[in-house]
């Protein structure tokens, strides 16, 4: 099977601007969640989609979103971006076939900078 | 809520020597704790997961120990091999929840 791919791999951004990234997960899964990576603040959860549906939200700011579509793939959406936004966005799926936690499988990321 | 420790941050090994970084987490209900390697440039990859109710786990060079009762896991690599040189996150989560958090990495040096 395919890995779990996002795009576009590398974003220039300016202050203020909105950015979208999009992941495709592992064919025949079902959840998406998208994390931050910093080097100040680590890996950060932002919030997981499941079923279209947002299932659990991190601690960030409103101006962090996302949907997840019919057949898995979610997009993230940035507005107003400021310069701390600048971070590797990863996005991991899972089946979520089972009622415990699943496996997570990471996709490469997108390398957002914000000028 | 939920917090995980990580130690050390940093770590040299002589190649062939084992290594080994420790997590400590806070939340009673994790029961997920999965580890991950990164190297520069790339995705974090799992290595090895463990769930609470099992108390060690192994896979070939690599290996997991949870302690639940002091709350803390532990990663074990026997017969270091540069290849093994890279950032090492662990994670904990909750049952049924798919919200990964992650300890603060350790950047393992394997040395020839």
């Known amino acids: 099977k395919a890995g779990v791919t996002q795009t576009p791999r590398y974003l220039i951004k300016t202050r203020g601007q909105q950015v979208t990234l999009s992941c495709s997960p592992i064919s025949g899964h079902r959840s998406v969640s998208w994390y931050q990576q910093t080097p100040g603040q680590g890996l950060q959860f932002l919030f997981e989609?499941?079923?279209?549906?947002?299932?659990n939200k991190g601690n960030f700011p409103g101006r962090f979103s996302g949907r997840q579509f019919s057949n898995s793939r979610s997009e993230m959406n940035v507005s107003t971006l400021e310069l701390g936004d600048s971070a590797l966005y990863l996005c991991a799926s899972s089946p979520r076939t089972v009622p415990s936690t699943d496996t997570q499988y990471f996709g490469p990321g997108t390398r957002l900078t914000v000028l | 809520g939920e917090n995980v420790e990580q130690h050390p941050s940093t770590l040299s090994v002589q190649e062939g020597d084992s290594a080994v970084i420790k997590c400590t987490y806070s939340d009673s209900a994790s029961n997920y704790f999965p580890w991950y390697k990164q190297e520069l440039g790339k995705r974090p990859q799992l290595i090895i997961d463990?769930?609470?109710?099992?108390g060690e786990k192994k896979d070939q060079r690599i290996a997991v120990t949870l302690n639940k009762t002091a709350k803390h896991f532990s990663l074990h690599i026997t017969e270091t091999q540069p290849e093994d040189s890279a950032v090492y996150f662990c994670?904990?989560?909750?049952?049924?929840?798919?919200?990964?958090?992650f300890g603060t990495g350790t950047r393992l040096t394997i040395i020839p």
């Open positions: 463990i769930r609470s109710n099992v």
């Open positions: 994670a904990q989560a909750n049952f049924g929840n798919e919200k990964l958090t």
């Open positions: 989609y499941f079923s279209e549906t947002q299932r």
